[in-house]
């Protein structure tokens, strides 16, 4: 009976500490170009995120965002240490490649789709080493028309397949924004604009944007132990 | 008795001048780019499609190949005069838009969208002008690819986008090469490779390019009077 | 002697008549992109030669401008029926090739050297045949570093020459505007910067980049009888 | 008296031995791009230097080169571990530059002038923590005319100014070839054409080219201790 009594009392002291010990959250980086820094401005899908976790009582994650304006992926390649890996996130998700096709067009210093893939491969490398889950995203839209016939729709489906085959070739999460964003527009874009449906200038997410973005990313995030 | 000898006659004169009349030709000219230039060849599309009338018998169309490497909408513009309306054609059929598209990238010398439409325009104006018949073609391809991951896929949606509104604008009879090139694509490249298909090297067409680009063009320019 | 006095009355009614008619001005029209446009603006070039010349009672000619923002050489050609040739000119400057050369840049639709000399013979064949006279600039400036080191530098001297020699070749007046401003930039740009001295953006003229090119076209156009 | 001769014999042994010894010799790598790459061909700068150093009888230089066509800095920084800190280099001469402007034009995939700078740096750093003497070069020429008129000639210059600073902010040996061609061009290049007088295409080294070259970059190696 004595025997009984003292599991029990452990059992209790157990629960009781474990609530109340300080419980470690899951550190979630954000990393990427100029729509990941918009990401935490008051609409911005990391702030939407954070608000919905913690509406559903959601405690346990800290969402941290490291977006930086014209980013490429060898930019986030060069500042990764500093502003990723010294953070010590537990997961990462990478959201770049716009840049890397825009740029093309408007500076010519795009990325050369095989560097890209090298610089995406060295990125989840080094984080991988540092122990972080990573989630990769596929580029969502430059220019918002329906039918293909944005300038770069072109190359951005072609650098969203690379980073399609990375993922299943690294078995990595993927959240597929470009496919997310492309289906969306042949339903609800039945005036082929170009901007405006999920954006404010075709690149940058409007608020139904940010929140599409938002419940996507949450749906690989939450998976992930 | 009498009446019906002279008008068997008359019927048999009209016969046999009419066979033996110099019976004038529909001249037809294919105005474009190195893709019409090599119309003209063995194989090319204009040669097939010249065969393929006379063993049908029909012999009153003379095909006329006025194309030239490297050509945009205002290189044919500068070159009308000289190597179309010179030759007093009944019908001409312009093929031009890859370069217009391809020239961005390979050399920055691509042509904005709102001056390509202007300058087909005035091409088309002229030619009217001249008494000439008009049918226009949307630029087939830059790659074969059949998931709209070309690079060039979505500029070249584009401009075909232009030439389409353009020929319901102006009542023109339309060659959608684009189409009938993009939808072939998608139920025979099943390796989704970016040439070999339709083209040699992603632009200029094979034997079976050919045939098609070939039997496409005789649809609109038959229902031509 | 009656004789005389009758030449002497002729002679006399002739100066008064000559001195009263009204007298036909000169109409010079300055045909260009968005630096001319900006040329009637209150301190623009156009304005500032305008007002020079009231001060020194010269009151013969008229200044029109007839620049548009963006224009490359092939938009002068559109547009010169419209613009140009309906003022009935004496006189014609034509200022075009900054966007020639920058749209290679920024939106991949620059002209290749060779179009852009054929559309610029074009244009003054046109010009000419309807007894203008054409005077030719060179295009001024795409930053203002003295030593060559502006990323479009190499280019625009490209252009440049092409109009040198095509001035030579047709025997036109030319203004050279870029040989003027790369010599002023090498003795009076100490700080190496690449705006801020004869223009306020690296293209568009301050006061100052008016003024000399004020000057620079009057020195032609004054020649021109 | 003995401790003289003891004194003698060690001196006659110690150089006796100095001279036998396996002399270390320096090694050098060639750290480029196609340029570098085509070095070690049987006229190739690198192989002209190796053969002008064995005439002179200097034996103590290993001379290596480790160009790739198409490379741009980052390609050099992704490839350096591999490719020239496993062959511990005493002394690392780069040579990078061409394509990080060449590729705006031809891919749109150039490099930004900042990233050069960064990424430059960090190849840099990393060579000096791994011991290596570090040697830098600007980017000799892309098109030979003589009055700044190849296209890239501006941008060439932005990025030759680029290493010219780096190399005085860090202390650097400079082989400044764009300035020795460039010098070169005005003097011997009398019909002012593209190709043919340093390069066989504007870019990769003739025999003369290949020369200068190896004669410029000795006269830094040779002043390394």
Redesign the interface.
Known sequence: MNSKLIWLALFVILLVSASFAPQKKKKVVFFGDSITQAGVSPNGYITVLDKTLKQQGINDYELIGAGIGGNKV??LY?RMEDDVLSKSPDIVIIYVGVNDVW??????????PD?FE??YR?IIKKLQAANAKVIVCTPATI?EKN????????????Y??IIRNMAKDLNLPLVDLRKLFTDYEKSNNSQNTDKGVLTVDGVHLNDLGNEMVSKAMWEQIKNIR
Not at 103 to 112: E, V
Not at 147 to 158: I, P, V
């Open positions: 060898y930019d060069l740029h093309k067009r408007s500076f010519g210093t795009g990325t050369d560097k090298k610089f060295a220019g039918d293909y016939s944005n300038e770069q729709d072109g190359d951005l489906n072609k969203s397949n």
